[in-house]
Protein backbone atom coordinates (compact mmCIF):
# COMPACT_ATOMS: atom_id res chain seq x y z
CA UNK A 1 0.00 0.00 0.00
CA UNK A 2 2.98 2.00 0.92
CA UNK A 3 4.28 1.41 -2.16
CA UNK A 4 1.13 2.85 -4.27
CA UNK A 5 0.67 5.70 -2.47
CA UNK A 6 3.75 6.90 -3.30
CA UNK A 7 3.57 6.26 -6.97
CA UNK A 8 0.05 7.83 -6.60
CA UNK A 9 2.11 10.88 -4.81
CA UNK A 10 4.78 11.13 -7.14
CA UNK A 11 2.55 11.38 -10.37
CA UNK A 12 0.79 14.25 -8.00
CA UNK A 13 4.12 15.96 -7.57
CA UNK A 14 5.49 15.69 -10.71
CA UNK A 15 2.85 16.50 -13.10
CA UNK A 16 2.29 19.47 -10.73
CA UNK A 17 5.25 21.26 -11.75
CA UNK A 18 5.05 21.93 -15.13
CA UNK A 19 1.29 22.54 -14.83
CA UNK A 20 1.20 25.22 -12.96
CA UNK A 21 4.80 26.66 -14.79
CA UNK A 22 3.30 26.56 -18.17
CA UNK A 23 -0.26 27.31 -17.40
CA UNK A 24 0.25 30.12 -14.94
CA UNK A 25 3.63 31.33 -16.99
CA UNK A 26 1.71 34.66 -17.66
CA UNK A 27 2.46 35.25 -13.82
CA UNK A 28 6.48 35.65 -15.20
CA UNK A 29 5.49 39.37 -16.75
CA UNK A 30 3.71 40.59 -13.65
CA UNK A 31 4.68 41.86 -10.35
CA UNK A 32 6.48 39.95 -7.99
CA UNK A 33 3.52 39.02 -5.68
CA UNK A 34 1.64 37.59 -8.85
CA UNK A 35 5.14 34.93 -9.13
CA UNK A 36 5.02 34.29 -5.16
CA UNK A 37 1.20 33.62 -5.50
CA UNK A 38 1.83 31.00 -8.45
CA UNK A 39 4.48 29.21 -6.13
CA UNK A 40 2.54 29.16 -2.98
CA UNK A 41 -0.66 27.49 -4.69
CA UNK A 42 1.29 24.98 -6.27
CA UNK A 43 2.80 24.30 -2.40
CA UNK A 44 -0.49 23.80 -1.08
CA UNK A 45 -1.21 21.77 -4.11
CA UNK A 46 1.63 19.42 -3.31
CA UNK A 47 0.93 19.08 0.67
CA UNK A 48 -2.88 18.51 -0.50
CA UNK A 49 -1.59 15.53 -2.50
CA UNK A 50 1.05 14.65 0.75
CA UNK A 51 -1.70 13.89 2.88
CA UNK A 52 -4.01 12.77 0.99
CA UNK A 53 -2.41 9.83 -1.53
CA UNK A 54 0.71 9.50 0.30
CA UNK A 55 -0.47 10.18 4.23
CA UNK A 56 1.67 12.71 5.38
CA UNK A 57 0.16 15.24 7.23
CA UNK A 58 2.36 18.41 7.36
CA UNK A 59 2.62 20.94 11.01
CA UNK A 60 3.64 23.98 12.18
CA UNK A 61 4.73 24.98 15.96
CA UNK A 62 5.79 27.27 17.48
CA UNK A 63 4.03 30.10 15.71
CA UNK A 64 4.69 32.97 18.40
CA UNK A 65 8.42 32.57 17.21
CA UNK A 66 7.29 32.87 13.55
CA UNK A 67 9.17 35.45 12.10
CA UNK A 68 7.04 38.66 10.25
CA UNK A 69 8.04 40.76 7.57
CA UNK A 70 12.15 41.05 6.98
CA UNK A 71 14.06 38.41 8.97
CA UNK A 72 16.71 36.03 8.92
CA UNK A 73 15.79 32.46 9.20
CA UNK A 74 18.08 29.18 9.54
CA UNK A 75 16.56 26.02 9.52
CA UNK A 76 17.37 22.52 9.31
CA UNK A 77 17.24 20.58 5.73
CA UNK A 78 15.98 16.87 5.69
CA UNK A 79 14.87 16.63 1.99
CA UNK A 80 12.54 18.83 -0.54
CA UNK A 81 9.69 19.44 1.62
CA UNK A 82 11.63 22.04 3.14
CA UNK A 83 11.78 24.13 0.50
CA UNK A 84 7.75 23.57 -0.97
CA UNK A 85 6.55 23.58 2.77
CA UNK A 86 7.51 27.25 3.81
CA UNK A 87 5.56 28.91 0.45
CA UNK A 88 2.65 27.96 2.87
CA UNK A 89 3.67 29.57 6.81
CA UNK A 90 5.76 32.61 5.69
CA UNK A 91 4.78 35.74 4.47
CA UNK A 92 7.48 36.33 1.60
CA UNK A 93 9.68 33.49 1.82
CA UNK A 94 13.23 33.75 -0.22
CA UNK A 95 15.72 30.96 -0.11
CA UNK A 96 19.07 31.01 -0.69
CA UNK A 97 20.23 28.61 -2.90
CA UNK A 98 22.95 26.85 -5.26
CA UNK A 99 23.41 28.47 -8.27
CA UNK A 100 23.24 25.58 -10.52
CA UNK A 101 19.80 24.97 -9.79
CA UNK A 102 18.73 28.36 -11.33
CA UNK A 103 19.01 26.88 -15.05
CA UNK A 104 16.39 24.29 -14.50
CA UNK A 105 13.34 24.42 -16.65
CA UNK A 106 10.29 26.14 -14.60
CA UNK A 107 11.75 26.02 -11.32
CA UNK A 108 14.48 28.20 -12.51
CA UNK A 109 12.22 31.04 -14.18
CA UNK A 110 10.02 31.28 -10.76
CA UNK A 111 13.57 31.72 -8.59
CA UNK A 112 14.65 34.58 -10.70
CA UNK A 113 11.46 36.20 -10.65
CA UNK A 114 10.74 35.85 -6.91
CA UNK A 115 14.83 37.21 -6.80
CA UNK A 116 15.60 34.03 -4.51
CA UNK A 117 19.22 34.46 -3.85
CA UNK A 118 21.69 32.44 -6.00
CA UNK A 119 25.01 31.53 -4.27
CA UNK A 120 27.63 30.86 -6.67
CA UNK A 121 29.36 28.17 -4.23
CA UNK A 122 32.94 27.83 -6.20
CA UNK A 123 33.33 31.34 -6.03
CA UNK A 124 34.61 30.85 -2.41
CA UNK A 125 35.24 34.49 -0.46
CA UNK A 126 33.26 36.41 -3.28
CA UNK A 127 30.45 34.31 -3.37
CA UNK A 128 30.11 35.06 0.39
CA UNK A 129 30.26 38.84 -0.55
CA UNK A 130 27.40 38.51 -2.90
CA UNK A 131 25.25 36.34 -0.58
CA UNK A 132 25.59 39.08 2.19
CA UNK A 133 24.97 41.67 -0.51
CA UNK A 134 21.90 39.99 -2.11
CA UNK A 135 20.32 39.40 1.67
CA UNK A 136 20.73 42.29 2.43
CA UNK A 137 18.68 43.88 -0.61
CA UNK A 138 15.91 41.49 -0.27
CA UNK A 139 15.73 42.76 3.43
CA UNK A 140 14.62 46.51 2.51
CA UNK A 141 11.66 44.49 0.53
CA UNK A 142 10.60 42.93 3.49
CA UNK A 143 11.27 39.12 2.54
CA UNK A 144 12.37 36.31 5.48
CA UNK A 145 15.64 34.86 4.21
CA UNK A 146 15.83 31.39 4.50
CA UNK A 147 19.33 29.49 5.12
CA UNK A 148 19.99 25.94 5.33
CA UNK A 149 23.02 26.13 6.88
CA UNK A 150 24.53 22.83 6.40
CA UNK A 151 24.14 23.73 2.77
CA UNK A 152 22.75 20.28 2.05
CA UNK A 153 20.23 17.67 3.19
CA UNK A 154 21.18 15.52 5.99
CA UNK A 155 19.40 12.01 7.29
CA UNK A 156 17.31 12.41 10.17
CA UNK A 157 18.98 12.41 13.32
CA UNK A 158 22.27 12.78 11.56
CA UNK A 159 24.19 15.69 12.64
CA UNK A 160 24.84 18.22 9.96
CA UNK A 161 28.52 20.48 9.13
CA UNK A 162 27.43 23.98 9.90
CA UNK A 163 28.69 26.30 7.35
CA UNK A 164 29.53 29.95 8.04
CA UNK A 165 28.07 31.61 5.92
CA UNK A 166 25.30 32.19 8.00
CA UNK A 167 27.25 34.13 10.42
CA UNK A 168 28.46 36.61 7.96
CA UNK A 169 24.54 37.41 7.27
CA UNK A 170 23.86 37.58 10.97
CA UNK A 171 26.78 40.03 11.70
CA UNK A 172 26.18 41.95 8.85
CA UNK A 173 22.80 42.12 9.58
CA UNK A 174 23.05 43.22 13.09
CA UNK A 175 19.69 41.61 13.88
CA UNK A 176 18.12 38.07 15.50
CA UNK A 177 18.23 34.96 13.72
CA UNK A 178 15.09 32.98 14.01
CA UNK A 179 15.65 29.15 13.62
CA UNK A 180 13.59 26.42 12.63
CA UNK A 181 13.95 22.92 13.16
CA UNK A 182 11.90 19.99 11.72
CA UNK A 183 11.75 15.99 11.17
CA UNK A 184 11.12 15.93 7.79
CA UNK A 185 13.35 12.99 6.21
CA UNK A 186 11.46 10.68 8.22
CA UNK A 187 8.45 11.12 5.81
CA UNK A 188 9.86 12.22 2.73
CA UNK A 189 13.54 11.49 2.67
CA UNK A 190 16.14 13.02 0.81
CA UNK A 191 16.85 10.06 -1.76
CA UNK A 192 14.38 7.38 -2.94
CA UNK A 193 10.38 7.76 -3.51
CA UNK A 194 9.16 5.88 -0.74
CA UNK A 195 6.89 8.64 1.41
CA UNK A 196 6.25 7.00 4.75
CA UNK A 197 2.52 8.20 6.10
CA UNK A 198 2.99 10.13 9.55
CA UNK A 199 2.94 13.51 10.60
CA UNK A 200 6.08 15.96 9.58
CA UNK A 201 6.81 19.15 11.89
CA UNK A 202 8.50 22.24 11.16
CA UNK A 203 9.08 23.82 14.34
CA UNK A 204 9.73 27.29 15.17
CA UNK A 205 11.98 28.43 17.79
CA UNK A 206 12.88 31.03 20.52
CA UNK A 207 15.58 33.20 18.28
CA UNK A 208 19.25 33.89 18.73
CA UNK A 209 19.73 37.50 19.67
CA UNK A 210 21.61 40.12 18.01
CA UNK A 211 25.14 40.60 18.84
CA UNK A 212 26.71 37.19 19.63
CA UNK A 213 29.61 36.52 18.99
CA UNK A 214 30.73 34.19 16.05
CA UNK A 215 32.08 31.38 18.06
CA UNK A 216 28.63 31.53 20.24
CA UNK A 217 26.65 32.14 17.74
CA UNK A 218 27.54 29.49 15.42
CA UNK A 219 27.48 26.95 18.21
CA UNK A 220 24.05 28.07 20.01
CA UNK A 221 22.79 27.94 16.22
CA UNK A 222 23.74 24.11 15.41
CA UNK A 223 22.91 23.10 19.20
CA UNK A 224 19.53 24.96 19.31
CA UNK A 225 18.27 23.65 15.98
CA UNK A 226 19.77 20.11 16.28
CA UNK A 227 18.30 19.50 19.53
CA UNK A 228 15.11 20.35 18.56
CA UNK A 229 15.15 18.41 15.04
CA UNK A 230 15.94 15.03 17.54
CA UNK A 231 13.05 15.92 20.25
CA UNK A 232 10.92 16.08 17.12
CA UNK A 233 11.87 12.95 15.98
CA UNK A 234 11.16 10.89 19.42
CA UNK A 235 7.71 12.42 19.75
Same mark, same amino acid.
Given at each position: ?16 ? +? ?6 ? +? ?6 ? #? ?57 ? +? ?10 ? +? ?55 ? #? ?6 ? #? ?23 ? #? ?40
Amino acid at each position: MIILRSILFNLWLWLSM +PLFAVGLS +PALLLPHR #YAMAVIRLWAHTVLFGLRWLAGVKVVVTGLEHRPAGAALLAGKHQGMLDIVAPFTFLDD +PCFVLKKELTPL +PFFGWFAWKTKMIAVDRAAHSKALKDMVRQTRVRLTEGRQILIFPEGTRTLPGQPGD #YKPGVAAI #YRDLDAPCHLMATDSGRCWPAKGFI #YRPGVVTFAFLPPLPAGLKRAEFMARLESDIEAASRALLRD
